[in-house]
């Protein structure tokens, strides 16, 4: 598939600041620092071209801003199911692994790749020293058990990403019992205050790319079990960015986080506005309300051939599609 995107050289600057998991976000995209106003036509050879007025300035307050077309159902890492959720958790949490540009695997809350064993049932992680989550505490390879095992819990929605690992299966099992919120894996073993060990029941190759998604990130336990359900509407992560305001439906504020392990992000925040339709969000860019949106299929091809098609830019990007079958309808031919 092909995403389509122009920076301009600011944009392109601010964009690296940006969590590099967007790289799986496919998206149809006008970025410009510069808004248009209204819009007439020019005859220009044989093809209508169409001129885009700009009309607003640069903002200067470091705030990137972004239309969303739902307001994000969990930012809980273990419920995180859908792409809205995902873009925005993945700037407050960090993962064990997260990919390079290439999509190739990388360190990231890991000082290296892990050591893994002959038979490739054992991966032995060295956490990295100093990383600290939004609100002081530094980082042990005790969070980290912690936070895997909570993907076995009844209301874990990707309890899949650890049934590979030792003893996950029967933890998933006795959890619809107990209800334990991180109940015990045998297979994942803390060797040190940063030292981590994860054994699989067989050797599973794809194991490893679990680690890099947003719902294997580290999370606090004491915050966790002080705000129980609520977590996900208070998420404190290690990530670049820290919840600052959440308007339910409305919109969200990221702040930068001054003590990122990896430095101070270059933006002083991400506001995501709630806006579902998607001529609504167009309105609000030539407003010169927003730095990038999502553009539809109406959209792009009269942007492509206006005066500011340069700021169109395509590339390759990943997609997943699927059909879904109701199998509890009454009558349908897929029920069971």
Known sequence: MKSVCVLSEENRRMSKCLSRTSVFMSWLVILSMVAPGCTARMESGTDTVFEIESISAPRSD?????????????LDPILVSDTTSD???????????????????????A????????????????IRAGVRFSHGRAITAADFKYSLQRLASVRSKRPNLIEPILGASEAIESARSSQEDAPEIAGIEVLGDLQLRITLKKPY???IYHLAMVNTAVVPRELVEQHGHAFSRKPTGTGSFVLEKWKEGTSLLLKANPDYFEGAPKL?????RVIPEPLAQLEEYKAGNFEVMAVTQGVFPKWSRSNRADEVLSWPSLTVQYYGFNLEKQGSPYAG
């Open 111 to 126: 000082v290296s790749m892990p050591e893994i064993s002959s038979d490739g049932t054992q991966y032995d992680f060295t």
């Open 205 to 207: 190759a794809p194991f």
């Open 268 to 272: 002083a925040g991400i506001l995501y």
């Open 62 to 74: 470091g705030i990137f801003r972004i239309p969303l077309m739902t307001n994000p159902p969990d």
């Open 87 to 109: 873009g925005v958790a993945s700037k407050i949490f960090n993962t064990l692994l997260d990919y390079d540009p290439e999509l190739k695997l990388e360190p990231c809350l």
